[in-house]
């Protein structure tokens, strides 16, 4: 047994506080009407969770706590506490014993208690659930409510039965996940709405990243194709400057010597220019020559003459001296006279006076003299004579050969002269060859220089193109323009160089359209849009995952429920044939589970005049959508009735009290409350009904509310409730003696 007690406080018509204890299989609650039994009953239901406060007779909270008599107040609070024998387990928790309470409060608050420990309505309800004990459940039957299973519609039967099948777990965990699925759905339509709004800015993007990927891949082409142009013209540079250094130097110098050499041929001929002056130099020479030969001629006839007239004074000197040896012989012989003759002839000629009056004295001496004092006077003054002329021969000659000698300083003068001018011709026949020559070469190394100059004038463009170039490419492929490494030897014509930057530019121009500028926002924008796509499209997996994971346990579910509620039926079914036919002595009951349209049952249940399972007109194009139910078919024993409509209230009373047995047979929830559900049945029948009951109690604890003395009869405790003057529910521990006293 499992239940231990009841305590009722300030609920309902339970003033005081009031003590139920279930000591028997059954227990019989019994009192006159009004007295507050069925509020026992519903005591049950409140401290079991039940939040509606309509199925407890009442319209708020507050009708379920004592409201007050005129003897006594009302109470402000109403608890009920229900205690479980948890010996055997019979809730998973750690207690022998488990005591469940609920209390409630005039401000509608509510709390529940485990054993004195406050916890929430939804563990009560679990925990209550997993000993199949519900809330509203089918073990507590209200008054009047016997036939609600009878009454109701095919799927609220359905309903009742799975929940005496404890089958609302599987319900309730598989509504939670339908629902589960349903907001599931409704995300990922959400999150789809949301990528769907996102998706037309990311293509927008992916065209434009697609469009800087072609850029990129084109300014990688151009990077590569810089790598290869710039080191070919850096090499290209470097190679001609060597050249044109190479060429240039010896060029350079050969200039130089040559302009040298022609400034010296110049140098030549600008003398030869100036042999004129040699020339003239030599007219002048001669000039002076013959003056000077004239004056040495003279000079020589001077000396001549001296040299005569000395050679005369000697011959005189001689003949005096002679003449003075020989003085006998003192005549002048007439060649003296003759040689004087001369003599004065010459001098005349040369215009001598002083000669010629010398001469004439010497004559008349000749003459006159004869005397050899006077001789020797002559031959002194001759010797005299002789002396002068001696020194002025000498003075003369020095005067000649002073002469001579300007000649010959002259002489040679003119012949280095002449030979200077000679040499002079020669030198400049040379010099005009070598100026011809030197020009010559001298031109055609200023073409080469000229030709190297223009060389160099072109190498600079291209340098100042080459700086412009690589400073380009910085900007447009950036730093790293990866030059090729050449070899050395490495060569190739120009053309290619001149095809290679051709396509440069073409890729320039192509890079430019394409368009980088501005790439970075776009790329990084088009990373955001695309995460926060890629994000919004594994949530939608993950919440497919979780839908399928949900349909696949609703699956599970459904198919868990369809399993256990088919074979509950079943055994429902054989429960229920067989206490059929033992109350009513034969004949057959069973339950069927049924498919029947939404519709039609809704249109059955809207519209008077329709009978249940009436066929109604559904357009034909319209998919049914169909529920399971589960209906009652009965056979009585001899009669023909085969609809529950046609039973008597009897016959409903036991055909539902046989079903509600069958259902509590097959999975036994661990005690049943009966509220008068034997009101309606005649005394051959509430015996039946009292031998069932007994059978039910083995496997149950049963509380009954009873009017039936059948019934009583039964109960191994029975609690009398009366009501005094107070309007009080009291209770007390009866006998079965006093209890027929009581009821009635
Ligand atoms: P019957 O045999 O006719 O079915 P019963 O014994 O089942 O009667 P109940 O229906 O349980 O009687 O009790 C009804 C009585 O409880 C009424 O008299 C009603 O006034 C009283 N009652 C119900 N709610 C309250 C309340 N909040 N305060 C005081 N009395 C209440």
């Known amino acids: 047994m499992s239940l231990k007690s009841l305590e009722l406080a300030g609920f309902k018509s339970f003033a005081k506080k009031a003590t139920l204890s279930f000591d028997a299989p059954i227990t019989g609650i019994v009192g006159p009407n009004g007295s507050g039994k069925s509020n026992v009953a519903e005591a049950f239901r409140f401290v079991l969770g039940e939040q509606s406060v309509k199925s407890m007779r009442g319209k708020r909270t507050e009708d379920l706590i004592w409201n007050g008599s005129d003897r006594m107040p009302r109470s402000n609070r109403a608890s009920v506490k229900l205690t479980f024998d948890n010996a055997r387990r019979l809730f998973d928790v750690d207690f022998d014993e488990v005591a469940v309470e609920r209390v409630i409060h005039r401000d509608s608050s509510s709390e529940y208690l485990v054993n004195g420990s406050p916890v929430r309505l939804k563990d009560i309800v679990e925990m209550l659930g997993s000993a199949n004990i519900g809330v509203s459940g089918h073990h507590i039957i209200s008054q009047g409510e016997a036939d609600r299973i009878l009454s109701v519609n095919s799927r609220e039967r359905k309903g009742m039965i799975e929940d005496a099948l404890g089958l609302n777990v599987y319900l309730y965990k598989k509504e939670e996940s339908e629902r589960k699925l349903e907001k599931t759905r409704e995300n990922i339509n959400q999150v789809e709405g949301l990528r769907r709004e996102v998706k037309p800015h990311l293509s ?48 350079l110098e050969k200039q130089k010597t040559l302009e040298n050499n022609l400034a010296e041929a110049k140098e030549v001929l600008s003398k030869l220019e100036r042999a004129d002056e040699k020339t003239r130099g030599v007219v002048e020479i001669e000039t002076e020559l013959k003056a000077a030969r004239a004056e040495y001629d003279s000079a020589l006839q001077v000396v001549g003459r001296i040299e005569g007239e000395l050679a005369a004074v000697v011959r005189t000197k001689a003949d005096e001296e002679r003449k003075m040896s020989d003085e006998k012989e003192k005549t002048i012989p007439a060649s003296i006279v003759l040689s004087h003759i001369e003599e004065i002839e010459g001098a005349l000629l040369r215009k001598a006076v002083e000669e010629i009056i010398l001469i004439i004295k010497r004559l008349r001496e000749h003459v006159v003299s004869a005397a050899s004092s006077l001789r020797k006077e002559s031959i002194e003054m001759i010797k005299k004579r002789e002396e002068e002329l001696l020194e002025q021969k000498r003075t003369h000659e020095k005067d000649r ?21 000679e040499e002079d011709r020669a030198g400049g026949r040379d010099a005009e060859r070598s100026l011809f020559t030197f020009s010559n070469e001298l031109s055609e190394v200023r073409v080469a220089l000229e030709r190297l100059r223009a060389e160099k004038e072109t190498l600079k463009l291209e340098e100042e193109e080459y700086t412009r170039d690589t400073l380009e490419a910085k900007v447009l492929v950036g730093e790293n323009n990866d030059r090729v490494h050449l070899a050395s030897n490495e060569s190739e014509s120009r053309s290619a160089q001149k095809d290679r930057k051709k396509s440069i530019e073409k890729m320039k121009v192509r890079l430019e359209d394409a368009g980088l500028s501005g790439s970075g926002d776009v790329l990084k924008e088009y990373e955001e849009v695309r995460e926060r796509d890629a994000f919004l499209e594994r949530e939608i997996l993950d919440l497919q995952k979780s839908a399928e994971t949900l349909t696949e346990l609703i699956d599970d579910l459904a198919e868990t429920l369809s399993r256990e509620f088919t074979e509950g039926v079943r055994k429902i079914n054989d429960e229920f044939t067989k206490l059929f036919s033992l109350m009513f002595g034969g004949g057959t009951a069973s339950l069927a589970i049924v498919r029947e349209a939404v519709r039609r049952r809704r249109l059955s249940a809207g519209q008077a005049g329709v009978l249940e399972g009436e066929e109604m007109s559904i357009p034909d194009d319209e998919p049914e959508e169909t529920e399971e139910g589960v209906e009652i078919k009965v056979a009585l024993p001899r009669k023909k009735i085969r609809g529950l409509e046609m039973l008597s209230g009897g016959e409903r009373a036991l055909t539902s009290i046989a079903l509600i047995f069958a259902m509590s047979q097959v999975n036994p929830p661990p005690f049943i409350i009966l509220d008068e559900t034997d009101a309606a049945l005649d005394e051959a029948n509430s015996k039946r009904y009292g031998d069932m009951i007994e059978d039910l109690s083995k496997r149950t604890q049963l509380i009954l509310i009873t009017h039936n003395r059948e019934t009583m009869s039964r109960g191994g405790v029975l609690y009398g409730v009366t009501m005094g003057a107070d309007a009080a529910s009291q209770l007390l521990s009866v006998s079965f003696v006093e209890a027929v006293q009581v009821a009635k």
């Open 204 to 251: 927008f993007l992916e065209k434009q990243v697609e469009k800087i990927e072609r850029a990129k891949d084109l300014q990688t082409a151009l990077r590569e194709a810089y790598g290869e142009y710039l080191a070919r013209e850096e090499a290209y540079v470097k190679e001609i400057h060597a050249r044109i250094d190479t060429s240039e130097k010896p060029l």
């Open 401 to 421: 050969d002073e002469k001579g000698r300007v000649i010959g300083d002259l002489e040679k003068r003119y012949a280095h002269l002449q030979k200077e001018i």
